[in-house]
Nanobody, 118 residues
Framework: VQLQASGGGLVQAGGSLRLSCAIS????????MGWYRRTPTKERELVAS???????DYTDSVKGRFTISRDNAKNTVYLQMNSLKPEDTAVYYC?????????????WGQGTQLTVSS
């Protein structure tokens, strides 16, 4: 399984951006997809996740602003980010958890940088 994240950039506070994560390889093995973020001063944080059945979950700080979705036909997972805040600035990573996993994400894409200016 290979993951390719894209879509990061520089945006003003209050703006929007959409991240994409293209999935290739043994896609049928994948159950849950997630988006993490990391900053130099904070531990890696699971921002949003979505199950194979489409059930989404979010960390409290992004609820109502971010939306995770998956397009199985395109083998792509998206993270739509609205009402962005400077504290959303981070490197964002997509990750995949295979069926039968003990809960960890075994596959990771490269990070994509989001910078939100105030």
């Amino acid at each position: 399984v290979q993951l390719q994240a894209s879509g990061g950039g520089l945006v003003q506070a209050g703006g929007s951006l959409r991240l994409s994560c293209a999935i290739s390889g043994s896609i049928s093995r994948i159950d849950n997809m997630g988006w993490y973020r990391r900053t130099p001063t904070k531990e890696r944080e699971l921002v949003a996740s979505i199950s194979s059945g489409g059930t989404a979950d979010y960390t409290d700080s992004v609820k109502g602003r971010f939306t995770i979705s998956r397009d199985n036909a395109k083998n792509t997972v998206y993270l739509q980010m609205n009402s962005l805040k400077p504290e959303d600035t981070a490197v964002y990573y997509c990750a995949a958890r295979p069926y039968g996993s003990d809960g960890g994400y075994d596959y990771w894409g490269q990070g994509t940088q989001l910078t939100v200016s105030s």
